[in-house]
Each structure stands twice: as C-alpha cells, then as structure tokens.
C-alpha cells in the first residue's frame, strides 16, 4: 500500500533498482547516473536531473524501501542496497510494467528465451549467467548500428587508447573505462567530440585529451571528466568543455602550477564544483607553490581535494579565502612540515575537513578558525599531539573521526567531555 502512495517517478526509479543483483552494495552515483540514462526522471527549470534524482534516492531511504550502507563525508548517501525481500518484488512488478525484461535459467537450467517484445526494451542478466547468454546470441551478428542508441557504458581491459569508434555513440552519456595498461596515460582521439550527449567521463588512469582541430560553437555537455592529465587542460579543450562541474587532473604538477602553466586555462569553468589535484610526486626536485591566481580561478569550487601536492603549510591558510569553499580534502601530504596556525577570519563555509597522511605536529586553531565547521577528519597522522581545544567551541561540530592519529585521540575525548559534559 506505501508503495502505491508514492509517486509515479518515484515508483519507477525504486522498480529500476531491481536490476542489480541481490544483497548488491549500489554505489548512489551509479544508480543515479542510470537512472538519467534510462530517462527515468524528467527534467525540471528549478532542478538538475542529478539534484532530481538525490532528493529521490533520500526518500527512498528514508521511506525504508533502500538499506543505507555508506555515508558520505558531509553526509549524503554513499551506497544503499535493497531488501531482499522488496528486490523479489521489483523484478516482479518491473517485467509486468514492461520496465525491463530479466533474463534467467529455467528449473531444468535451460536460460530464457526472448520474445520480439523483450528486445524492444531493458534486458536484465545475472553476471552468472552473462557468459552462457551471449553465447547463444554472438556478439558478431551485431553492428555498431545498434549499440549508437547506448548510453552508458562501463569497460574494463587492457588498452592504451579508446578506440575512434567511440566517436559513432552520439546518445552515450556515461563513459567509464578501467583499463590495466602499463602505460601512465590513455590516449583519446578527437572523436571524443563528436559525442555530444557525454556527460561523464571516468578512467582509472589519466586520459590525454586531444586539441581541437576544428572550431565549433557548440559547447561540449561533459560535467564530470575524472581524470585527465595536466597537458590536456590546454584553453581550447577546457573551453569546449566549459560546463564541466568537476574536473580531476593528476600527473606532473610543477608545470601546470607556474604562472604560465595550464592553471591559468581553469578561468574557462565557470559553474566548476569540484577539483582534485593528484600529484606524481615521483622524482620531485621542485618545491611547489599555490600561485596566486590560483584563488581567483577556483573561486566556485565548493569541494577541492590535493594530494601529494607537498604545500608549505602556510600557504594552507590562504584556502580561507575561497568562499565556496565547503569541503577541503588534504590527502597523503597534501602539505608539507609539522605546524599549521590558521588565521581567524577564514573558512567561512567550510563544513569538511579531511587530513590524511600529514607530517603535522601542532595544530593550532580557533573556532573562528573554522566557524560553521561540521566533521573532522584525520588519518593517519599518527606525529599529531593533539586536535585544537578550541574546536569544542564550534557550535555545528558533530562528527569526529580519527583513525591511526594515536596522540590526538586524548584530545578529541576531551572536546567531546567539553561538549557533551558528564552529569
């Protein structure tokens, strides 16, 4: 009867959950990445699709309908899973209302036939029985003519280039390639910007994106592009991909971070949220430094994360200045030496705070420090003495987590005996 309750989007999308395999942990962004894909939620003026689709996935939750598994720093679902129970009933109701058709072995281990109709629409398959299934329908008796309708897809193998043929998908939105290539890149051709409907692109190791050889005015739909090397934030590419909201470059960084470099191409994002800054830290001679231009051009972002960056840490306080600023990721020495004395007045939105693998040794700082800081966490900085008492002062700070940070576990007690007092 609740389920009848809900609204008709909302049916569908809980129906689509069905498709992943029981007692699966369903990672929030890839549900809702199909879900848009499927066209499952239809858009509105005041909301993104992907902003849609959260509020969707919370009521779920919330209804009790999804089992939430992971949590997410500032809060957000991470990954969910279905009851077991419920994941019967989707199938079920899912293949009556023609959402999609599941493919599976009959008692005497014989798989399902397909109708014409089933063709026609979403074809769920166990993983264990995917081998067996295409063997009685050869992948050869297909044409790219009938993948270009695709619009997600996910690969994993060993390639040093993604094939021109890419180029063909026009409907893909999602692109996720994993490959295990030797090589420290994964060279893509200019096909890549054919495929106008892109929107997310993901590789497991950076890709070389490719200069434009002709001019458009057509802007590219790519939001996501993580993660690419720092040659190819040239101003051509970043242009033709000008609504990018989160961008991830990892590689040499001693470059791009001159004044010269490629950071100054980053003024062409203009609605940019999220930046990550990997650093090849192997065979570094060169100290490297936030150059000033840095915090004009990254002046939207809301979530930034450095890794293996190796700042001083007095140039940490001057991230205070960014005021969108609301989660800041310092991971595996981000920055380099064994004090950080932020200045009051910074911060102002920050929420999140992640150190992770710092050399710190004394951290002091107020609650103006920080003054709507939210979570707290440090990793692995086991040469910390101890977390800023000050800090207990902060009134929206609810979550501290400290895992192999030792020394500063007496002090977050203390914060927390000074917060919630023993009667």
Same mark, same amino acid.
């Given at each position: ?7 008709? &989007? ?39 699709? &992907? ?31 279905? @009851? ?25 281990? !014989? ?14 398959? &166990? ?161 490297? @430094? ?99 008492? &000050? ?17 500063? !576990? ?14």
């Amino acid at each position: 009867m609740s389920y009848d309750r809900l609204p008709q &989007e909302v049916q569908t999308c809980f129906l689509y959950c069905g498709v992943f395999p029981r007692g699966f942990d369903i990672p929030s962004w890839k549900l809702i990445r199909m879900w848009i894909v499927e066209g499952l939620t239809k858009p509105q003026q005041t909301y993104a699709l &992907e902003e849609i689709d959260e509020l969707h996935l919370n009521d779920l939750a919330k209804r009790n309908y999804l089992i939430l598994m992971q949590k997410r720093s500032n809060g957000q679902i991470k990954a969910c899973r279905l @009851h077991d129970k419920l994941h019967e009933f989707c199938r079920k109701e899912a293949t009556n209302k023609w959402l999609f058709h599941e493919i599976c072995k009959t008692p005497d281990n !014989v798989i399902s036939s397909i109708q014409d109709q089933d063709t026609r629409h979403r074809l769920c398959i &166990e993983p264990s029985i995917l081998y067996d299934f295409l063997a009685t329908r050869p992948l050869q008796n297909m044409t790219l003519t009938n993948y270009f309708i695709l619009r997600y897809i996910a690969i994993s193998g060993d390639f040093k280039v993604l094939s021109p043929t890419f180029g063909t998908f026009w409907n893909l939105q999602t692109l996720i390639l994993n490959t295990s290539t030797s090589e420290p890149t994964i060279d893509v051709k200019e096909e890549i910007w054919n495929m106008l409907e892109l929107r997310h692109l993901h590789t497991n190791i950076p890709a070389k994106l490719p200069s434009l050889t002709t001019t458009t005015l057509k802007a590219s739909c790519l939001q996501t592009l993580s993660m690419v090397s720092p040659e190819s934030c040239k101003k051509d590419v970043l242009a033709k991909a000008c609504n990018l909201k989160k961008l991830s470059i990892r590689g040499q960084m001693v470059a791009f971070l001159e004044t010269r470099g490629g950071i100054s191409n980053l003024e062409e994002l203009k609605f940019m949220e999220h930046l990550k800054l990997l650093n090849d830290a192997l065979y570094m001679n060169k100290l490297l @430094h936030l150059p000033p231009e840095f915090f004009r051009l990254v002046r939207t972002v809301k979530k930034l994360t450095f890794a293996n960056t190796k700042f001083p840490w007095s140039e940490a306080d001057r991230l205070g200045q960014l005021e969108s600023l609301e989660v800041l990721k310092l991971k595996e020495n981000a920055f380099m030496g064994d004090t950080w004395r932020p200045e009051v007045g910074g911060f102002s939105q920050l929420q999140i705070l992640w150190i992770e693998r710092a050399e710190l040794e004394t951290w002091e700082a107020s609650n103006l420090c920080f003054p709507i800081l939210r979570h707290l966490v440090l990793v692995s900085c086991d040469k910390l003495n101890a977390v800023p008492l &000050e800090l207990a002062d902060i009134p929206n700070l609810h979550e501290m987590q400290l895992d192999n940070t030792s020394k500063a !576990v007496k002090s977050a007690k203390d914060i927390l005996n000074v917060r919630h007092p023993k009667t």
